[in-house]
Nanobody, 124 residues
Framework: QVQLVESGGQLVQAGGSLRLSCVAS????????MGWFRQAPGKEREFVAT????????YCADSVKGRFTISRDNAKNTMYLQMNNLKPDDTAVYYC?????????????????WGQGIQVTVSS
């Protein structure tokens, strides 16, 4: 099992930037892919971005492509989500998750461990 702790969420104005971090402990961090998901009020949790075990492969949802960048530092057991040009529609609770697999994957059921989530609010 992996314990995941997110940080970096806050209130920001539209057009601004934030960097979320996710620190992992437990399973060997470099053995599995990681992902970011988000859930807005009244909506289902949705995929945002994923990164392979070694960081060589990444994939982002169309809604954030070109604005968000996912990365990881295996030496620090940490994953990041750089979010630029934020929009009010990006407002949500953001969750980091550890996959059952080493390759990138977008489906929620492929992720075994989840963080508690962190609020990101973008004001217009």
């Amino acid at each position: 099992q992996v314990q995941l702790v997110e940080s970096g969420g806050q209130l920001v104005q539209a057009g601004g930037s934030l960097r979320l971090s996710c620190v992992a402990s437990g399973r060997t961090f470099s053995n599995y892919a990681m992902g970011w998901f988000r859930q807005a009020p009244g909506k289902e949790r949705e995929f945002v971005a994923t990164i392979s075990w070694n960081g060589y492969s990444t994939y982002c949802a169309d809604s954030v492509k070109g604005r968000f960048t996912i990365s990881r530092d295996n030496a620090k057991n940490t994953m990041y989500l750089q979010m630029n040009n934020l929009k009010p529609d990006d407002t949500a609770v953001y969750y980091c998750a550890a996959s059952r697999l080493r390759v990138i994957v977008t489906t929620i059921t492929s992720y075994r461990d989840w963080g508690q989530g962190i609020q990101v609010t973008v004001s217009s």
